[in-house]
């Protein structure tokens, strides 16, 4: 199937089939990264499916939640598949989830998973170069010190004395 004008479409998963098989595990670390799923090995260390398997799948700033992955892959250079997380506004049509930098990265955010937040591609591109009030700001800034997996840790913990 073709989405848009620039990607095409081979599959619709499951919200925990993906999100089951992400690995905490820095990139590049070839077949150490990949999981069978779907016929396919699919590299499960991409930052973005760590924040939304840490952080949920609902948008940060309105709260529309992901329904399911896609497995996509775009038309132009050589990307190979990858999974899309969609949700569905009230009309039915797909909204796209991202990876959003709380603290932009055009604002000197890193890219650490303390810094992503999940987002809506529409809430995204308003919030752009918004800053985070300069608590939260801190609070990042200091979590992106820890190394990926004692930050997880970090998160589990800490969410587990909010709930
Ligand atoms: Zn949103």
Redesign the pocket.
């Known amino acids: 199937m073709r989405v848009g004008q620039a990607m095409t479409r081979k599959s619709v998963h499951e919200i925990d089939e993906v999100l089951d098989k992400v690995l905490y595990v820095s990139r590049g670390l070839g077949r150490h990264c990949r999981r069978l799923i779907g016929g396919d090995m699919m590299d499960m260390s991409s930052p973005r499916y760590q924040c939304f398997q840490l952080k949920g799948i609902k948008?940060a700033?309105?709260g529309?939640e992901g329904k399911f992955f896609a497995k996509e892959k775009s038309d132009d250079k050589h990307y190979s598949w990858h999974f899309n997380l969609y949700a569905l506004d009230a009309k039915g049509r797909e909204v796209l989830m991202t990876k959003d930098h709380i603290i932009p990265y055009k604002r000197g955010g890193e890219n650490h998973l303390a810094n992503f937040q999940t987002?809506?591609k529409?809430?995204n591109e308003k919030k752009y170069l918004t800053m985070p009030n300069a608590d939260v700001a801190d609070r990042i800034r200091w979590e992106c010190g820890m190394d990926l997996r004692d930050y997880v840790e970090y998160y589990k913990s800490k969410k587990s004395l909010r709930d």
């Open positions: 948008c700033e309105c529309i987002m809506c529409p809430c």
